[in-house]
């Protein structure tokens, strides 16, 4: 599985900006995505995740609840995290990982397969 990540770059806080993740196999639709992302000097931490199928069951980061939107399309084999009222705190590289083996969907140790990170600066 290859994931590539794309959707990074500069917003001023309170902006706003979309994040993609294409991933290259077909059975997509059976992985739970999600995204994490890294701060400089800081451990990669859990933003948020979206079941495998329909979809249904979605996760988030506290830091990011009300403000960041995962979905995806199996079709087109990608998920997306949409990302509103950006602040400065949500500076990072984020990453999209695919968890095919079960497990928590909050820990990045439980996932296994990673994109390469887009990075996303925000500015005050």
């Known amino acids: 599985v290859q994931l590539q990540a794309s959707g990074g770059g500069l917003v001023q806080a309170g902006g706003s900006l979309r994040l993609s993740c294409a991933a290259s196999r077909g059975i997509f639709s059976r992985y739970r995505m999600g995204w994490f992302r890294q701060a400089p000097g800081k451990e990669r931490e859990f933003v948020a995740a979206?079941?495998?199928?329909?979809?249904?069951?979605?996760y988030y980061a506290d830091s990011v609840k009300g403000r960041f939107t995962i979905s995806r399309d199996n079709a087109k084999s990608t998920v997306n995290l949409q990302m509103n009222i950006l602040k400065p705190e949500d500076t990072a590289v984020y990453y999209c990982a695919a968890q095919i083996r079960g497990g928590s969907y909050y820990s990045r140790g439980d996932y296994d397969y990673w994109g390469q990170g887009t990075l996303v600066t925000v500015s005050s």
């Open positions: 979206i079941n495998w199928y329909t979809g249904s069951n979605t």
